[in-house]
């Protein structure tokens, strides 16, 4: 038991790192996608909550990096291995990308969950960074907490309870 | 150039009277369905982050019973109603007579989600032709879809189009609550109307105001 354990927790289009033992959390991942980006020997973790799959959509200037999958992952790395990580033990999981609403039409917005975790994957395949595990899609909310200690990310969703990954 | 970073105290005052007129009539249109008296506050409107939107809607872990509305026409714009559930609950109960309805067992009854929509589809069309009557613009609504689910993850839905703009949402809030409620400062239901950000400007031209005076 640790009872000096800090919960820090991640914004929409924000991005943060924690080293053991704390954890860190994002909450009401919708279409959003929230990538765990961790180091195990190093104990150390970092979470972006994505909202758009690309920063070529940006028509704000200087724009919010971490808003967007291939500039908040990026990022975040870069920020990791200032603070320790090492580059080749980075692992990841991620969590969200749902379709919270069911339109009959194929409204291009309604499919921007999808969109989300295919660009998430392609910026992580791109960095050479392992997908370990994930929990996404689907048409349910979801709050996430991963644990840089255990590598264990824990996924709550209103529905089905608590689920790990 | 940031859309948010023009906008005046006199604008804002308009978005106000927007919000005031549409939920309004939405207002009125709920008190009659279900043969309640349903009071509006005076609506606010407010620059927020995003993650300052979702904490004054609840937090973001909050569930919620919501309707979900695409504006489309001439001033594109995302519209929601938002139920606690225990209010979602009683409001369900009432419209299809069954007074064991809950929102807290899924699955949820097929009458229950048609009578969510169907209240939600009642609420935006008022809502929406008292704006179009008002701004004498063009507007229609997509078929509302509902969710009930987290706050923070319905919410955002409605960030989706602006946040390539800003890391800002401008939001005119409109509380609901029922006039014989013991404690008259509960809310027991929200509107929220996030205009896309082309929009703004459209909407002050409609009434005759400018953007960048």
Do not use: W
């Not at chain 1, 920063?55 to 971490?66: F, G, H, K, V, Y």
């Not at chain 2, 872990?61 to 225990?86: D, H, K, Q, W």
């Not at chain 2, 929509?117 to 879809?145: M, R």
């Amino acid at each position: 038991m640790n009872n000096s354990q800090q919960i820090v927790k991640v914004g929409i289009a924000d991005m943060n790192i924690v080293k053991a033992p704390d954890a860190i959390r994002t909450s009401g991942l919708g279409s959003c996608v929230g990538v765990v980006i961790y180091d195990s020997l190093q104990s150390i973790a970092g979470l972006v909550h994505v909202m758009l799959p690309d920063s070529s959509l940006s028509r704000n200037d200087p724009i919010n990096l971490a808003k967007y999958a291939d500039t908040g992952i990026k990022e975040l790395v870069s920020i990791m291995i200032k603070h320790g990580a090492r580059k080749l033990s980075l692992k990841a999981k991620i969590a969200g990308g749902a379709q919270m609403f069911q339109f009959s039409s194929g409204n291009e917005l309604m499919r921007i969950g999808p969109r989300n975790v295919e660009a998430v994957k392609k910026q992580l395949s791109t960095l050479h960074i392992a997908l370990m595990g994930e929990d996404v899609g689907g048409n349910s909310g979801r709050t996430i907490e991963f644990d840089p200690k255990t590598g264990v990310l824990q996924i709550r969703t209103v529905n089905k309870g608590i689920s790990y990954l | 150039m940031n859309f948010i970073d023009k906008i005046s105290s006199e604008q804002l005052d308009i978005l106000k009277e927007i919000g005031n007129i549409g939920a309004g009539h939405a207002a009125t249109a709920l008190s009659m369905m279900l043969n309640k008296k349903i009071d509006m506050k005076v609506p606010s409107v407010r620059i927020m982050t995003f993650d300052e939107m979702i904490d004054m809607a609840g937090g973001a872990e909050n569930v919620v019973a919501s309707v979900y509305l695409r504006i489309e026409g001439e001033a594109p714009s995302n519209m929601f109603f938002v139920l606690p559930l225990t209010q979602g609950n009683k409001y369900i109960q009432q419209l299809i007579c069954d007074p064991n309805f809950s929102f807290d067992n899924p699955p949820y009854d097929e009458m229950a989600i048609s009578a969510l929509q169907e209240l939600g589809n009642i609420l935006a069309s008022n809502y929406i032709s008292s704006l179009s009557d008002f701004t004498g613009l063009d507007l229609h609504s997509s078929v509302p879809a509902v969710c009930v689910d987290m706050l923070g993850a319905i919410i955002s839905y409605g960030f989706i189009e602006l946040s390539a703009f800003s890391d800002y949402v401008i939001v005119i809030d409109t509380a609901l609550n029922e006039a014989n409620d013991d404690n008259a400062r509960s809310v027991d239901g929200h509107f929220f109307l996030i205009p896309d950000p082309e929009s703004f400007e459209i909407m002050f031209h409609s009434l005759g105001v400018a953007l960048n005076e």
